[in-house]
T-cell receptor, first 118, second 112 residues
Framework: GAVVSQHPSWVICKSGTSVKIECRSL??????MFWYRQFPKQSLMLMAT?????????EQGVEKDKFLINHASLTLSTLTVTSAHPEDSSFYIC??????????????FGPGTRLTVL | AQSVTQLDSQVPVFEEAPVELRCNYS??????LFWYVQYPNQGLQLLLK??????LVKGINGFEAEFNKSQTSFHLRKPSVHISDTAEYFC??????????FGKGTRLHILP
């Protein structure tokens, strides 16, 4: 099956610093990647959708200047949390999708990255 | 707009007993339906999906779900649970080429 990786798996940073999280599709080319955020004991909330080579589309209430998303290649998308604060601490999960005409295009999920901001 | 309701936030069940996790959805168009499992501190694993065809869908780890269009439900079942089934289960709905909307999750507790 399709494999999606995330790096790092966990990160601790100081308040005010920026953190970059990578999402890679290992054995397929992903035209679209999604970024989700999950608070403890809660569901996944979609943050943004990124298509390779174009600007990400952010969900309502998500600060695009706070959460910078880059999808520069068909196998890599990055999420940068700028000027992180303790309230940004969360579990961030990405998913990747390859688009094929006439088929349902399944999303494959990464293992997640746990961010703790001190 | 689509939405997903998981009726139980937690479900305790004894080992080797059957379990049903309930999910209802709302959508104005044809949908795709999913169940995902999340083990502690891990990402999501797809258990099963309904895209079309037979309304009874079989997935991994002995789970199955039945799509009921008239009741807009997609309940997940397993005839005999194991301690290793302890996890969070998410029901989700999606439209073709669109984003997936997740339910709030049901935590399955397996009691010895």
């Amino acid at each position: 099956g399709a494999v999606v990786s995330q790096h790092p798996s966990w990160v601790i940073c100081k308040s005010g610093t920026s953190v970059k999280i990578e999402c890679r599709s290992l054995d397929f080319q992903a035209t679209t990647m999604f970024w989700y955020r999950q608070f403890p004991k809660q569901s996944l909330m979609l943050m943004a959708t990124s298509n390779e080579g174009s600007k990400a589309t952010y969900e309502q209430g998500v600060e695009k200047d706070k959460f910078l998303i880059n999808h520069a290649s068909l196998t890599l998308s990055t999420l940068t949390v700028t000027s992180a604060h303790p309230e940004d601490s969360s579990f961030y999960i990405c998913s990747a999708r390859v688009w094929a005409s006439g088929h349902y295009n399944e999303q494959f999920f990464g293992p997640g990255t746990r961010l703790t901001v001190l | 707009a689509q939405s997903v309701t998981q009726l139980d936030s937690q479900v305790p069940v004894f080992e080797e007993a059957p379990v049903e996790l309930r999910c209802n959805y709302s959508s104005s168009v044809s949908v795709y339906l999913f169940w995902y499992v999340q083990y502690p501190n891990q990402g999501l694993q797809l258990l099963l999906k309904y895209l079309s065809g037979s309304t009874l869908v079989k997935g991994i780890n002995g789970f199955e779900a039945e799509f009921n269009k008239s009741q807009t439900s997609f309940h997940l079942r397993k005839p005999s649970v194991h301690i290793s089934d302890t996890a969070e289960y998410f029901c989700a709905v999606g439209e073709r080429d669109d984003k997936i909307i997740f339910g709030k999750g049901t935590r399955l507790h397996i009691l010895p």
